[in-house]
């Protein structure tokens, strides 16, 4: 099994900043991708940001030159700087791994999520 321990979440005023972190841990031969979801109340699961392996990182538009997603392959870790933050980016934020166990066999895993509150 693969573990995702998130960390960073919190109040925030409007425009401020939060770093999020995760690190994964357990059966890891490789990791793929890592990356951020966010869920609102009353909404669907969204993609925040990914960053895979040897591959240009995604950022969905309404975090685009706002959120910087960066990763440390040796640690197997993911962060997020949120800057400018908004009342909107208001959610519980979850960090998302898929990559190869030990055994062989793929996996995909998902932390249990932190809250970002942006108010003022």
């Known amino acids: 099994q693969v573990q995702l321990v998130e960390s960073g979440g919190g109040l925030v005023q409007p425009g401020g900043s939060l770093r999020l972190s995760c690190a994964a841990s357990?059966?890891?031969?490789?990791?793929?991708?890592m990356g951020w979801y966010r869920q609102a109340p009353g909404t669907q699961r969204e993609l925040v940001a990914m960053i895979p392996s040897g591959a240009s990182t995604t950022y969905a538009d309404s975090v685009k030159g706002r959120f910087i997603i960066s990763r440390d392959n040796a640690k197997n870790t993911v962060s997020l700087q949120m800057n400018s933050l908004e009342p909107e980016d208001t959610a519980v934020y979850y960090c998302?791994?898929?990559?190869?166990?030990?055994?062989?066999?793929?996996?995909?895993?998902w932390g249990p999520g932190t809250q970002v509150t942006v108010s003022s």
């Open positions: 998302y791994a898929a990559g190869r166990a030990r055994a062989g066999a793929d996996f995909q895993s």
């Open positions: 357990g059966n890891i031969f490789s990791i793929y991708g």
